[in-house]
């Protein structure tokens, strides 16, 4: 399941993410967005996780938590179709 994870600052990085919800099943894979032009973060990113239910348990627990100083928003991404 892919998910959502926004209102990242620049402190946070693709292992912090892989950390924290590596806490509630396996990362397969994390994606912070960066900038074209300047590569700069555009503070949010994606993070996928193979166990649908672990994802819904990630999402719930840690909607509104926090992280190097951020209030993280977390939701399932939306399909790009």
Known sequence: MN???GRLNDAITS???E????HFGEVERVN???DRETGGSRHFGFVEMKDPMAAQEAIS???GARLEGAQLLVKPARDRN
């Open 15 to 17: 292992f912090h993410l």
């Open 3 to 5: 998910i959502y994870v």
């Open 32 to 34: 912070m967005i960066r």
């Open 61 to 63: 627990k840690l909607v």
């Open 19 to 22: 950390l924290l919800f590596g």
